[in-house]
């Protein structure tokens, strides 16, 4: 493995913990500034916001910089914004934090696994996305919890000086370990645009779109399902949610090292899974031994989807793929925010706390149909995707 992965994976468990520890902090966050939890939660709404216009618009400024150097940039406004969150004197000053941190996000992932993939031999791209990934499910099992603890014994602004800290640190093994050797040459931003040209590309974003939001339309009240209906105790969901965030670092390793032998195969079975997992656990909700299967798997098959929807889009967009990696992982936030508005659309509906799950199943539906779609639309044309 090379070691530019490691000083990847470690960026990304730094920007996911800016992106999730926020959630475990906010009453904190909420009563040093004196603003409502409601207003406090702008913080993780305009975070989610940010990403998404800096996984288009960062990215397709900085198309024509060697990819490297524009890692480094990153990370040094990802250290920015969490230094400004960790001084912040107002609900302002932190809303800006989080704005200048989220958005080199999305550029970050994406450009970070065109980086990754081209560290590899062809027939390890996935595993090397997946790699990169590890840091950010890392993140949900390990940093979330930890930060969340250190928050609340030392203040909230403690666990924002930590996450600069590890910033600092992935920027420096960016620099001395992800080799310039492997950085290839700048592009323009009219090439990068052209590969939107495919309609495999539009595919995989939508599959992305569908695929992320199924599991996150599940995913988003949780918590509801499993105090309301699964009769656990409100002090049981962190634990239970840790359990979540080992399944999506088991599933982000095997579905990598699955995508590398059959990228097409491995998407079909994994979303085709996920749905018979949404399902099994809207069924079997108010039991608690199968919530606890059920959590792990929906975690497991969600997030071993990842590498592989990142890989297609990117296998379509081979020659100039920095942008459509970009817009992929734009993709995932859009499915994030699309899930969780549907659930909450079935709440509010009076249809219980089971029915965000039901919907969750049914958008992936979606997606395993568009992907079947997509795959025959492949083959009848009898063209394969690029290697990248």
Known sequence: MPLGLLALAIGGFGIGLTEFVIMGLLPDVAADFGVSEAVAGWLITGYALSVVVGALVVTALVTRFPRKNVLVALLGLFIAGNFLSAIAGSYEAMMVGRIVAALCHGAFFGIGAVVAASMVAPNKKAGAIAMMFAGLTAANVLGVP??????????????????TAIGVIALVGIVALVPRAEDAAPTSLRREMRAFRSGQVWFSIAVTVLGYGGMFGAFTYIAYTLTEVGGFASSSVPWLLVLFGVGLFVGNYLGGTAADRNLTVTLLSLLSALTVVLVAFAFSAESQLATVVSLFLMGAFGFATVPALQMR??????????????????????????????????????????????????????????????????????REPVSV
């Open 146 to 163: 930890f930060g969340t603890f250190l928050g609340q014994s030392h203040g909230w602004r403690s666990t924002f000086w930590a996450i």
């Open 313 to 382: 889009v990117m296998s379509f967009a081979a020659e100039a793929p920095t942008m459509a990696s970009g817009a992929n992982i734009a993709a995932f936030n859009l499915g994030n925010a699309l899930g969780a508005w549907i659930g909450g659309l079935t709440i509010s509906a009076g249809l219980g706390y089971t029915s965000p799950i039901w919907a969750g199943a049914a958008i992936t539906v979606a997606a395993v149909v568009v992907l079947l779609v997509a795959t025959a639309r492949l083959r009848l044309s009898e």
